[in-house]
């Protein structure tokens, strides 16, 4: 096996690596999307900040506090989080009476607020973040080098996932989850505190955003704008997965990075539109989405 | 039981009740009471008012004035999520059932509110048909099966007083059947329920006392044993 298609193997996995962790962080990423949309029905603007708050908040842990990535990895998180729940019950929730639009508008104005305000005070060059010790090195497989930590990043994110996935739709939580998103008036009417679940649900949403900080800083470096770089693909992800659609987030994510990975193999030009290509046969073939459901 | 204690306790006390959907003034000083461990029903036109009465106890309509005792505490201004926890179980005219749920999950997403609610066996007694369709699609089950597993998932979460709009709507006569066994079993079992019916002969074959409503307020009360000398009224206030 020199060559595959006239392309050798050593570029073909190296890229399909590549695909495979871009994807994980639009599986994170979208799946963040997809949960907030499914309950809030608003489209969350603010993500792709709120993943480089994640980040920032690991850089800055570790640079004036000495607390390292596997502490990162858990308060980073923890307070992206809290600020989703400060803006949720500040702002978002006086929301929800009128048109959607005003929340994707209040996201989106956050974001730009967000970004602009790391941007005046670190600058747009990338701050390197250290790749923690256990996970420095490689294994070489026979047909490709694997850098552990980017093993990690793929192998974490689809726990996550597959975590959160299992938390909705086979427990008791996700239960009154599925159910508030469908009739939250009803669900309220058993004596469940939906505005609580509305925002904590907002709050996990973006924590997963900050996760994906965390786990992109080694990789991609720390910058105010790496947010918005990554945010459009993800929303694209969303869109061709379909709103609120837990699994298709997840599926669609790791699926579009792969084919993003082989079209820069074969045909490099489109490696940076074939995700859009793809958004825009699905929304004429099928409105809502690969895994949507038509409301 | 003796009469004059536990019976004559009210259980809901409903005094001069306005309710509004936004600047829409539909409620206009509904009055009515119901007694521990009674069948009231709330008969009526279309548009009289019977389910904004009971979305008014639950609190879904939020803009009301008035008052609603329910046991002595008063509803009005009260967090919408704590009615039900005080132990008022909702059977919604629509049923309610939820398309992402198991029938499994549907039947016990409502918590358990009090202690003394039934048991899964026991709602499974009282609603064969839901036995052995814990895997189903919520919305799969038939219409009649959507309604029994609608009052099923109150039943086990301990609540005393059971609202039910309209449960025998749009159902076949040999289910209303079943529902009517179900419901005078849950009579039997001590729960109170209020009950919204157009079907008045349904209604007869349950109920304590009816509360007949006309736009917006209660205009009278029959008790069900007078029923039969009130027919001529009756037939004129519904409209049949
Ligand atoms: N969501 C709503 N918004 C505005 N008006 C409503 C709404 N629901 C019901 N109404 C109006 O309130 C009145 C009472 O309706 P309802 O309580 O549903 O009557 P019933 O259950 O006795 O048929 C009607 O005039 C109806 O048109
Ligand atoms: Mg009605």
């Given amino acids: 096996m020199s060559h595959l298609f006239g392309i050798p193997p050593q570029a073909l996995f190296g890229q399909l690596l590549l695909g495979l962790i871009n994807g994980s962080f639009y599986a994170l990423l979208s799946l963040g999307l997809a949960v907030i949309f499914g309950m809030l029905n608003v489209v969350n603007m603010a993500h792709g900040a709120l993943y480089m708050v994640g980040a920032f908040v690991a850089w800055l842990l570790l640079t004036y506090a000495g607390v390292g990535y596997w502490g990162a990895l858990v308060l980073a998180p923890l307070a992206v989080g809290l600020i989703g729940l400060a803006l949720e019950r500040t702002m978002l929730r006086r929301l929800y009476k009128v048109d959607h639009l ?21 600058g747009v060059s990338g701050q390197p973040y250290p790749i923690p010790d256990a996970l420095k090195g490689g294994t070489n497989l026979g047909f490709m080098y694997l850098p552990t930590y980017r093993g990690w990043v793929v192998v974490a994110s689809l726990l996550v996932c597959l975590g959160t996935w299992y938390a909705i739709e086979r427990t008791k939580l996700g239960a ?99 995700v859009f290509v793809i958004m825009a046969v699905v929304l004429m073939l099928k409105p809502a989405g690969l895994f949507g459901r038509e409301r | 039981m003796p009469d004059g204690t536990q019976t004559k306790t009210a259980m809901l006390e409903i005094a001069d009740l306005h309710g509004f959907y936004g600047e829409s003034h539909v409620l206009h000083g509904v009055s009515l009471e119901v007694r521990q461990g009674e069948v009231v029903t709330l008969l009526g036109r279309n548009g009289a008012g019977k389910t904004s009465t009971m979305r008014a106890i639950m609190g879904i309509m939020a803009k009301r004035t008035g008052s609603i005792r329910f046991q002595g505490t008063e509803l009005i201004g009260m967090a919408q999520h704590r009615i039900p926890r005080l132990g008022i179980g909702y059977v919604p005219e629509e049923r309610g059932i939820f398309s992402s749920l198991s029938v499994d999950e549907n039947l016990t997403l409502p918590p358990v509110v009090k202690e003394g609610g039934m048991t899964v066996p026991q709602i499974y007694d009282l609603f064969p048909n839901l036995k052995g369709r814990g895997s189903t699609q919520g919305t799969r089950l038939s219409g009649g099966e959507q309604q029994m597993l609608a009052i099923a998932r109150i039943l086990r979460t301990g609540a005393n007083l059971i609202l039910l709009d309209e449960p025998t709507e749009g159902l076949a006569p040999v289910i209303i059947e079943q529902i009517g066994v179900a419901v005078r079993a849950l009579k039997a079992r001590g729960f109170t329920i209020v009950l919204v019916e157009q079907n008045f002969r349904f209604a007869a074959t349950i109920a304590d006392r009816h509360y007949v409503m006309e736009e917006g307020h209660v205009v009278d009360m029959i008790p069900n044993d007078q029923l039969h000398a009130n027919m001529d009224k009756l037939h004129t206030y519904l409209g049949v």
């Fill in chain 1, 102 to 122: 005003y929340g994707l508008l209040l996201t989106f104005g956050l974001a730009l607020i967000v970004e602009g305000a790391f941007r005046h005070q670190y």
């Fill in chain 1, 176 to 274: 009154y989850l599925r159910a508030a998103t469908e009739n939250p008036t009803l669900v309220q009417a058993f004596g469940i505190n939906v505005p609580v679940m509305v925002s904590l649900t907002y709050g996990f949403g973006v924590a997963l955003a900050g996760l994906a900080g965390v786990l992109a800083a080694p990789i991609y470096q720390v910058s105010p704008l790496m947010g918005s770089n990554l945010i459009i693909v993800v929303f694209a992800v969303v869109v061709i997965g379909g709103m609120g659609s837990i699994l298709g987030a997840i599926v669609t994510g790791l699926g579009l990075g792969l084919l993003e990975g082989l079209t820069k193999v074969f045909y490099p030009e489109a490696s940076n539109i074939v």
